[in-house]
T-cell receptor, first 111, second 109 residues
Framework: EPEVTQTPSHQVTQMGQEVILRCVPI?????FYWYRQILGQKVEFLVS????????KSEIFDDQFSVERPDGSNFTLKIRSTKLEDSAMYFC?????????FGSGTQLSVL | KNEVEQSPQNLTAQEGEFITINCSYS?????LHWLQQHPGGGIVSLFM???GKKKHGRLIATINIQEKHSSLHITASHPRDSAVYIC???????????FGTGTSLTVIP
């Protein structure tokens, strides 16, 4: 069964450093998402991407965040200058019709 | 303001019990998802509903669009059902999904 893959599974970084989280969505899906889940809290929407551009973004998705689909398969989330409060599990998802498929997540720890 | 409310927040059941988890939402939706989050963190989609009822094995999900309410039922619960169950809705005029805070289920042998 096709799946969404995310790398790395864990990322540890120093505050102020840039990180890039990578995702390979399911190949024929058109809508892609990044979500985050801070430990003990609910899953929060960050951004949705369609037709090679951002279609919606939340208040969390400020200028420190950016997304790209550089080569038609990878879908990346970049955090330019990480803060302690960026520590969370980041999930990528892709959508076919109304059905959502999640990656297994990247646990980001900012020290 | 939470667009999606779930209850209960935590639930402990004996193996074999019938379990119900509830989800209420306040926005117009085009779809509602029930998700399962394992202790390791991975999220799996169990059901996608836009109306009526769906059944998969011991799991049943229902939705009442007029009342903006959905329920997830687990029959003959088993310790392997222990997980966090999350309700998520897709707003009708949006590409966003809104998530509930989840229901943490523990099934005791």
């Amino acid at each position: 069964e096709p799946e969404v893959t995310q790398t790395p599974s864990h990322q540890v970084t120093q505050m102020g450093q840039e990180v890039i989280l990578r995702c390979v969505p399911i190949s024929n899906h058109l809508y892609f998402y990044w979500y985050r889940q801070i430990l003990g809290q609910k899953v929060e929407f960050l951004v949705s991407f369609y037709n090679n551009e951002i279609s919606e973004k939340s208040e969390i998705f400020d200028d420190q965040f950016s997304v790209e689909r550089p080569d038609g398969s990878n879908f990346t989330l970049k955090i330019r200058s990480t803060k302690l409060e960026d520590s969370a599990m980041y999930f990528c998802a892709s959508r076919w019709g109304e059905k959502l498929f999640f990656g297994s997540g990247t646990q980001l720890s900012v020290l | 303001k939470n667009e999606v409310e779930q209850s209960p927040q935590n639930l402990t059941a004996q193996e074999g019990e019938f379990i119900t988890i509830n989800c209420s939402y306040s926005v117009g939706i085009s779809a509602l998802h029930w998700l399962q989050q394992h202790p390791g963190g991975g999220i799996v989609s169990l059901f996608m509903l836009s109306s009526g009822k769906k059944k998969h094995g011991r799991l049943i999900a229902t939705i009442n669009i007029q009342e903006k309410h959905s329920s997830l039922h687990i029959t003959a619960s088993h310790p392997r059902d222990s997980a966090v169950y999350i309700c998520a809705v897709k707003k009708g005029d949006s590409n966003q999904f809104y998530f509930g805070t989840g229901t943490s289920l523990t099934v005791i042998p």
